[in-house]
Each structure stands twice: as C-alpha cells, then as structure tokens.
C-alpha cells in the first residue's frame, strides 16, 4: 500500500512537472467582468441621492427648456406648448409600447426583463432605421410626465423588471427628467437606462446627470459624409463622441452586482453595417483611445434593409423612357445582410485597440447572466 502511494505521488509530481512547460498562450483566462471594480455590493439609484434643492433645480430647467427647446442638436428653439420642432412632439411624450423586454443585453434584461419604455419619434431620419414605424410614423399614445411615471410604477411592482429603459429619448429629455423626479417621490426604486442614438447634446446630458444610472448610446457611423447621408445629420459622429465621453465622466465603466444584473455605468452598441467595417474600427479606436479600454461594448451583427433601403427610386418620365423596366432602388450599398468577415473586422479591431469587455452570447444552455 506504501509503495502504491508513492508512485502516484510521483506521477502527479511528473504532470505537474509538465503542466508547468506549456506556453502560457495555452492556458485558458478568464476575463472577470464581474471582479472588482466592476462588482457591487449592493446599489442605490442616483435619483435618489439627489437632495430635495437639486430636484427642483432640474424640475426647473427641464420647464425653461420645453418652453425654448434646445436641448438636443438639432436647436430648434421652439416653444413645445405651442408647436414641434424636427421630432414632431409637443409638451407630451408619445410612447408606443411599455412592457417588459427581453430583447436587450443580457446584463440589462435579466430573469425578469427590462422595463422597456419606447417612444415615438426621433431627433434622427436614419434611412435603415430599425424601428422606423415607432420612430418615423410617430404611432402610440400620448402621455404626460406625470402618467409616464406611474407607468414606471407599474413596471417595477407588477412586472419586477431590474431597471427601467428609455429608449430614443434624445428629443423628449425635459418631460423624462420630469417623469424620473415624479416617481421618485412615487416610490421607485430601480435604475434608469438611457437607450440612445448617442445624439445627444451636452446640455440635455447636463440635465440627465445625477437621474440616470446606466447608459446605452449606439455609436452608429464615424464619417461625416456617411452621417449626412445615411442618418441625414451632418455632425453626428462629432457629437456622437462628446456625448459619450460626458456619459462616461458621470458614471463610469459598466458595473454589476453579483446576480450579473448591470446597475451602473456605460454599455455601447454599434451596429455593424455593409461595407463600414472601417467605420467600426475607428469608433473601436477612439472608445478605446479617448474613453477607456474597459468601456463595455456590444458588437451587433442584426443589421438588416429596413425603412427606406431598398425601396425603388423615384424616377421621372425621362428616366423611365430610358431606362425601361429596369428597376433601381434606394441606398442598394446596404440594400444586403452583412457578412461574418464585416463582423469579424469590426471584432478584431476592437481587440487589437485594448478593447476586452464585450457582450458576448453564453457558452452554456441557461441563462445568459
């Protein structure tokens, strides 16, 4: 018996012996997510650290600006009681769907879904807009500030969703300040997720600072010839960059407490799209360049033609008489599903800049947390 065990100590001494000359480029890491300082204990909303002086303050201004709406980009200057600018929305929102949803990343969604809250319109004219019956046709119902925070209510008690999610909110940020403050004082307790085009003005995130806690902006293009054409907005990558980088100085890199639920923090989409993976790339270098390296980001690869992308072109008699029954349509350059290699670009890229927080799917048949 002795000498039984002495041989198999031996042979676990010459494994081990061996395990030690592989090449550490074989040996498995584990990317911690979850490790400090991206783990929380626990988590409280920064609504409510807001002192009672702070809450009217913003109350405040989010009135002043509905009264002279230049909160977002595009400056309009309207009076919002009275008339609409480019979003097409007054004094109210619009909202088109409040529900739970399962659709977003998987940190966000959880067991339970995300408290998804979609407004109609939009501060964009993204020709492939995804959503471009809720964002272009304005459908759903109206909803005043003070409404859409009892539905807030509603999603956290009878649906237990993790946080609240405003999606496209850039064109209505005065009446959601209002609506986060009003249940506040209701009882709410979870996180605000601000589900955004990026483009944003500074002043609108100035506004925001202290009532959001997670921050969801989808960096689309990076040229300027490619915003004015595709997204029909001439600076957008321009503001599309401070946005982020002010999204980034008021809560910092994506954090999680130990059930993998996000609670605060900064989570950037981009989607990739045919024939821009260069684009990708430099959004992937300056995330990594001028935010920070442990920014979370989302790589998505669901573009397909929508909205106006392939419809067939307007053509005059001239045109028709020339060109016969030979049908041309709109943006054909992505009239086509992207490619795995499109995808791929845009993934190593990010890799190669630093770039290691990525929303991966799982590796497993449960749940994606």
Not at 62 to 88: D, I, Q
Not at 224 to 246: F, G, M, P
Request: proline share 5%; aromatic share 8%; net charge neutral.
């Amino acid at each position: 018996m002795l000498s039984s065990s002495r041989a198999q100590v031996g042979y676990y001494k010459s494994h081990l012996r061996f395990a030690s000359l592989i090449p550490p480029r074989h040996i498995h890491r584990r990317f911690l997510h979850l490790a400090p300082p991206f783990l929380l204990d626990d988590y409280i909303p920064r609504y409510q650290l807001l002192s009672s002086t702070e809450a009217s303050k913003k109350r405040s201004s989010a009135y002043a600006h509905l009264r002279n709406c230049n909160l977002c980009p595009r400056l309009c200057g309207v009076n919002r009681y009275e008339t609409t600018g480019m979003c097409l929305i007054g004094e109210n929102v619009k909202v088109n769907v409040i529900a739970p949803h399962f659709g977003e990343e998987p940190c966000l969604q959880g067991h339970n879904g995300s408290g998804s809250v979609f407004f109609s319109g939009c501060n964009l004219r993204c020709t492939f807009c995804q959503n471009h019956d809720i964002a272009h046709q304005r459908n759903g119902f109206d909803l005043t500030p003070e409404e859409l925070a009892q539905w807030y209510l509603k999603l956290q008690d009878v649906g237990h969703v993790h946080n609240i999610n405003l999606i496209t909110p850039e064109h209505v940020v005065p009446q959601v300040a209002l609506s986060i403050l009003h249940a506040r004082d209701l009882g709410l307790k979870i996180p605000i997720v601000y589900n955004t085009s990026a483009f944003d003005s500074l002043a609108s995130l100035e506004l925001m600072d202290g009532l959001v806690d997670i921050y969801l902006p989808d960096f689309k293009v990076w040229n300027k010839a490619t915003s004015k054409r595709l997204l029909k907005a001439d600076d957008y990558a321009s503001t599309a960059a401070e946005s982020i980088k002010a999204m980034h100085e008021q809560v910092g890199d994506l954090c999680f407490t130990g059930d993998g639920i996000a609670k605060k923090g900064v989570l950037v989409r981009h989607l990739v799209m045919p024939g821009k993976e260069a684009e990708g790339e430099q959004i992937m270098k300056f995330l990594a360049e001028k935010v920070s390296r442990d920014i979370f980001v989302n790589i998505m690869e669901q573009y397909r033609p929508d909205a106006h992308v392939g419809k067939p072109k307007r053509r005059n008699k001239r045109e028709t008489t020339e060109q016969g029954d030979q049908e041309e349509v709109r943006y054909a350059d992505i009239n086509r599903p992207i490619s795995k290699d499109e995808i791929s670009a845009v993934r190593k890229a990010a890799e190669a800049v630093g770039l290691w927080r990525f929303c991966d799917p799982p590796r497993h048949d449960g749940f994606a947390i």
